[in-house]
């Protein structure tokens, strides 16, 4: 049974940091890229950030670039967000997600969702 559950969301202060986590489990996590993917209410969703199966490659939003970052640990089957210079407009549902190509470039290109974790930002 696949599972992607995440973690490490709540609330922050505009220009603090949140990290979110998300564990895998029930597919080989190391043979997948993976993405986080926000949507905030009334909107669809975006994509934030993925990374490489390995690691070594990297993407961001230009919305979020320098200010967040993607990590894995494929040890521990997880991936994390790194949200550092949190605005108000980062308020949102998190989700992380699978990929069956690196960079996805629609819906389909995911395989597998967790269920999202709520970040807001307060100004």
Same mark, same amino acid.
């Given at each position: ?5 995440? /973690? ?8 603090? /940091? ?7 489990? &029930? ?18 969703? *975006?994509?934030?950030?993925?990374? /490489?199966?390995? &690691? ?5 939003? #230009? ?15 997880? %991936?994390?967000? *790194? ?6 407009? #980062? ?17 389909? #290109? ?5 269920? &999202?974790?709520?970040?807001? %930002?307060?100004?």
């Amino acid at each position: 049974q696949v599972q992607l559950v995440e /973690s490490g969301g709540g609330l922050a202060q505009a220009g603090g /940091s949140l990290r979110v986590s998300c564990a895998a489990s &029930g597919f080989t996590f190391s043979s997948y890229g993976m993405s986080w993917v926000r949507q905030a209410p009334g909107r669809e969703r *975006e994509f934030v950030a993925g990374i /490489s199966w390995s &690691g070594g490659f990297t993407y961001y939003a #230009d919305s979020v670039k320098g200010r967040f970052t993607i990590s894995r640990d494929n040890a521990k089957n997880t %991936v994390y967000l *790194e949200m550092n210079g949190l605005k108000p407009e #980062d308020t949102a549902v998190y989700y992380c997600a699978a990929n069956r190509r690196i960079p996805a470039s629609g819906p389909t #290109d995911y395989a597998y969702w967790g269920q &999202g974790t709520q970040v807001t %930002v307060s100004s």
